[in-house]
């Protein structure tokens, strides 16, 4: 088995990447309601100034939830061992398929590293599940489609 560490830690900083962007992005959405609801003054009154305000107080509730998911997702990075190799897929480990090339970490979509693909997925999705615990040589069906494990890092 090559050594994928290089392949790994460049993964690895791919999702830390991916969950920074996202956490900036929903602080600056948090900051622009909160100055929608402090910059509007109190002389429009009546039913469509309460309107806008109780809006205005759903869309940073939601903020607030996407913002305690992405705290969630850096909590998983932070359990990941980039250095460990495995012979079974865990959670960080980097696993190559006759179907396509996996990242167990979080679900944060596809990337690219020395023109190769691969999918930066939790464990807890559905492939991830099916993955998980298997070994080079393991066959796996995942809608209507057999692969088999290549290689695991």
Known sequence: MKNNLPLKQELFLQCVKFVEERHFKILNQIAEIQESLTSETKSSAGDK???GRAMMQLE???AGQQLAEVERLKEALSQLDVDKISQKIGLGSVVFTTKAN???AISAGQMT???QSFFAISPNTPIGLLLMGKK???????RDHTFVIESVG
């Open 49 to 51: 100034h309460e309107t």
């Open 136 to 142: 080079v040589g393991d066959a796996i069906v995942f």
């Open 60 to 62: 940073r509730e939601k």
């Open 102 to 104: 996996y990242f167990m």
């Open 113 to 115: 590293v020395n023109s």
